[in-house]
């Protein structure tokens, strides 16, 4: 099902994708044009709102109890190309592979 956008057209993006990127979403890993997008769809679209809210709480529930915890590279590598599968196989969507490099910042203590 699409969504109504602000103006009463019909949205580009349907439940079934929205709901398989809402993490690429949370994880800011989507286009900027995509990102949009999906804002767009989630915003006029009750279901995939409250979708995004819980899954934007646990998110957050997660980066609280486990912050300080680093995972292993291996462990990441393995995570996201089971998220792009995921939302691959749900979504009807196809990644390139873009790097992207992550610097660690840490905070100096007295």
């Not at 602000?6 to 709901?19: F, I, R, T, Y």
């Not at 291996?74 to 995921?86: N, Y």
């Not at 390139?96 to 007295?110: A, F, G, K, P």
């Given at each position: 099902?699409?969504?109504?956008?602000?103006?009463?057209?019909?949205?580009?993006?349907?439940?079934?994708?929205?709901?398989?990127?809402?993490?690429?979403?949370?994880?800011?890993?989507?286009?900027?044009?995509?990102?949009?997008?999906?804002?767009?769809?989630?915003?006029d679209?009750?279901?995939?709102?409250?979708?995004?809210?819980?899954?934007?709480?646990?998110?957050?529930?997660?980066?609280?109890?486990?912050?300080?915890?680093?995972?292993?590279?291996?462990?990441?590598?393995?995570?996201?190309?089971?998220?792009?599968?995921?939302?691959?196989?749900?979504?009807?969507?196809?990644?390139?592979?873009?790097?992207?490099?992550?610097q660690?910042?840490?905070?100096?203590r007295?």
């Amino acid at each position: 099902m699409s969504a109504l956008d602000g103006s009463g057209k019909p949205d580009n993006v349907h439940c079934e994708q929205a709901l398989a990127e809402i993490f690429l979403l949370l994880d800011k890993e989507c286009s900027p044009e995509r990102d949009e997008e999906l804002r767009k769809h989630i915003d006029d679209c009750p279901p995939c709102l409250e979708e995004y809210g819980i899954d934007e709480q646990l998110k957050q529930l997660l980066a609280r109890k486990c912050g300080g915890d680093h995972a292993p590279a291996e462990l990441k590598s393995r995570l996201r190309a089971s998220i792009r599968k995921t939302v691959e196989d749900r979504g009807g969507i196809q990644f390139s592979e873009t790097e992207v490099t992550v610097q660690e910042v840490r905070e100096l203590r007295d």
